[in-house]
């Protein structure tokens, strides 16, 4: 079992930047790889950015540039800095784990930290 604890949202004017963090209960070494989604209103969960173990990252296009995922394995603990963010970036963001074990892939999810953009 992997415990998922998110920490920075809040309330930012278009523009401006916030960084989130994700706190894992276990060491992301165990992690295959750990990443970021969000859910706007009436809209689904999606992905935002991904980093595995080795340090590979991808990113959603729409946030490419402005988005850095990164990992601090000795505090493990992941971030999302976020940079020019726009109104449209405003969303519940969920950081997600996955770990594989005996062929299977189990997904890890955090309780959300609200990011709101203003206009």
């Known amino acids: 079992q992997v415990q998922l604890v998110e920490s920075g949202g809040g309330l930012v004017q278009a523009g401006g930047s916030l960084r989130l963090s994700c706190a894992a209960s276990?060491?992301?070494?165990?992690?295959?790889?750990m990443g970021w989604y969000r859910q706007a209103p009436g809209k689904q969960r999606d992905l935002v950015a991904t980093?595995?173990?080795?340090?590979?990252?991808n990113y959603v296009d729409s946030v490419k540039g402005r988005f850095t995922i990164s990992r601090d394995n000795a505090k493990n603990t992941v971030y999302l800095q976020m940079n020019s963010l726009k109104p449209e970036d405003t969303a519940v963001y969920y950081c997600?784990?996955?770990?594989?074990?005996?062929?299977?892939?189990?997904?890890?999810w955090g309780q959300g930290t609200q990011v709101t953009v203003s206009s």
């Open positions: 980093i595995t173990t080795g340090g590979s990252t």
């Open positions: 997600n784990a996955k770990r594989v074990w005996v062929g299977e892939v189990l997904d890890y």
């Open positions: 276990r060491s992301t070494f165990t992690l295959n790889a």
